[in-house]
């Protein structure tokens, strides 16, 4: 579609800076914020312009103990959201991935029911679910670990489903073609399956890292050891100070510290995840 | 040496439909066999019986003496040429040919010694390093052939492999693998609906109607002598003419006011048939019997006419005739006929068998 209206261009690229500015400010008034002292912000008004603090904020914030009763860097919390986000990552990729491959190339009883049981488990998010969670990882002596932090969340009915429909994409005669070549259950998902399957599990990285990293609810349940804290539940912990000024400059900082990886792995990740969406290379 | 060996092979699915109820056939080591019938007449399903694709329910299958019902498909020693080609999108040509040889560890130096041979015997020497998405239809047909030859199988078996190809390019792949088949001398099993491919490719036809057998034998012999009325009808095109008739004393009675003479001792309900290619044009006194013509296709070489018989109480029954050059008769005009006796088909019409 190929239109030459002079005033639509003018119009759909103002629609397009007023969204962009929309959704930058904030980013904008967070990197701002974190460059003026802590005091600049009883007075009411939010700075729309740098400060000169900036550099003393940024060194505390990375290198010095996040404050506010945590006893842990920033940094060291965004290692930890990084493993959470990796591992729910990973092991969701990982166990879909099998879980597919079972439903779609092997004939065993009860296939379909095992599908759509596992499909029903989205009705099942964590939220609906914490008490019990909670209830079997403590059991299960997972309280403050990493294991703890990710196990629960790895099961995953959204991906099976995405990666069921691009295995039943792959047509039989392929299947067959590599069974008359020799490839067993393993060859054929590792050599076949897998390399087929890559722009979908790029696709599925992206979305499961940034629902991974943003995880709230569940670290702040099972974590009480500082040593555990991810990133993004910390921030509100920083935020609920009893007597006092509120860090907000450190909080910006650090809030643009949480942005940095999801942000890294969309841009890293872009051309895969669109073909993951679009392309079907089979 | 007898190379394969179908005993009685049967297949019934679960839900118990009884796809191919029982085949027989001893294939030649080296020999070229199609098999070819109508869609859903089980010639794939027999095919994949034999790749393993699809299990054995009745009957013995037997490569060099050895049986194979129970053996995975990779253990059969067979090479397989799909329809779709089936070839590996994510791996370049040379892997899609080295991967069965990788599987059967096969040393790399072999692999390589082998793919670069097959590449250059199809001409795919240029192609090795392109993925299959960059190649044309005739370029990845190539390739399915060559993932085939490269295993140096036992039997090659091919699943209408050229049916995704351009007219001209099936005739010319038609003949390559025919060239190829013959100087590798490997046993092979080919699976088409496409006759003339069947009479062109073939050292012996396996003609299969709703999952039997109806004749097997080699081409020439199919097309002058089948064993049934289907088997007339399938081979040859256009198909034969085939009109149900009497076998009487005085002939064969076609109608009320038609009997062409013939001494036989047979006398009931039969099938004559005469092949378009044998109907002879001749005057009013000489003619067995008139066609009104209806119409007339000229294809330069030859031409096809089609009309309506005009005789008594058989009326309207159609017949092609075919003659060789240039014909334009008239719409509608009366032609005469005549079938020499040494041309006809007869079949009973009961057991549907030769007379």
Redo the contacts between chains.
Sequence with gaps: MIENRPWLTVVSHATLLLGIALVALPVWMALVASTHPASAFGVGHIPLWFGDAGLDTWKTVLLEKAGNGIDTPVFFMMLNSLVMALGITFGKIAISLLSAYAIVFFRFPFRNLCFWIIFMTLMLPVEVRIVPTYEVVANLDLLNSYTGLTLPLIASATATFLFRQCFLSI?G??V????????GPF?FFF??LL??S?TNIAALFVILFIYGWNQYLWPLLITTDDAYYTLVMSIKRMLSVTDGDIAWNQIMATTLLAMLPPVAVVIGMQKLFVKGLVDA?? | MTDVILEKIGKTYPNGYHAIPSVDLSIEEGEFIVLVGPSGCGKSTLLRMV???ESISEGELRIRGERMNEK???ERD???V???Y??????TVYNNMA??LK??KVSKNVIEQKVTDVAEMLGLTDLLQRKP?QLSGGQRQRVAMG?AMVRDPKVFLFDEPLSNLDAKLRVQMRVEIRQLQRKLGTTTLYVTHDQVEAMTLADRLVVLNKGKAEQIGTPMDLYNKPATPFVASFIGSPSMNLLPANLVEQGVQISSSLTLPLSHNYRGCVVWGIRPEHLEITDEQNADFALRIQAVESLGAETLIHGVLEEESKKGIPMVVRLSGPHLPELNSLMWLTAPVKHWHLFDEITQQRL
């Design positions: 047509p005669e392929l067959e073609a590599a069974r008359i070549d020799g490839a060859r050599d076949i390399p087929l890559r290379e089979k | 790749a393993g694709l995975e498909p990779a067979i090479a397989m799909f329809q779709n089936a070839l590996y999108p994510h791996m991967y069965g599987n059967r998405g993932r």
